[in-house]
Nanobody, 124 residues
Framework: QVQLVESGGGLVQAGGSLRLSCAAS????????MGWFRQAPGKEHEFITR????????YYADSVKGRFTISRDNAKNTVYLQMNSLKPEDTAVYYC?????????????????WGQGTQVTVSS
C-alpha cells in the first residue's frame, strides 16, 4: 500500500511558477514510476508527465513540454512538479499517482495509487 499526499498548489498569475510536491509513504517508493495528472472543471483527467522509478526516464504531454519538469528524490520519498510559464488553461486540480509497471502508462486506470489532489489556479 502506498499513500500519496500532494502539496504546493495555490493561486498564481499567468507567467508565474509553482512547485508541487507529492510525498509517499512506504519503503518501496523507488519501485514505482510516478505520474502527474490534472483535472479541470467539467473535463476528464489529463496526463501531464511521468518519471521512472530511478528518475532516469521522463515523459511529458505536449501541452506542458518545455514548461513543466518532473523530478524525484527517492531518499525523501517525494516527487516534484516544477511548473513555469503558467497559463490560465493550466488551472486544475493536480494529482500524483504511483504505477508499479515499467510500461509508460498515460491513462488513469493504469495507475495503482492516487493522492487527494491539490488545486492550482492561474489568473489572467
Amino acid at each position: 500500500q502506498v499513500q500519496l499526499v500532494e502539496s504546493g498548489g495555490g493561486l498564481v498569475q499567468a507567467g508565474g511558477s509553482l512547485r508541487l510536491s507529492c510525498a509517499a509513504s512506504g519503503r518501496t517508493f523507488s519501485s514505482y514510476a510516478m505520474g502527474w495528472f490534472r483535472q479541470a472543471p467539467g473535463k476528464e483527467h489529463e496526463f501531464i508527465t511521468r518519471i521512472s522509478g530511478s528518475g532516469g526516464s521522463t515523459y511529458y504531454a505536449d501541452s506542458v513540454k518545455g514548461r513543466f519538469t518532473i523530478s524525484r528524490d527517492n531518499a525523501k520519498n517525494t516527487v516534484y512538479l516544477q511548473m513555469n510559464s503558467l497559463k490560465p488553461e493550466d488551472t486544475a486540480v493536480y494529482y500524483c499517482a504511483a504505477d508499479k509497471s515499467i510500461v509508460r502508462h498515460t491513462t488513469t486506470s493504469e495507475y495503482d495509487y492516487w493522492g487527494q489532489g491539490t488545486q492550482v489556479t492561474v489568473s489572467s
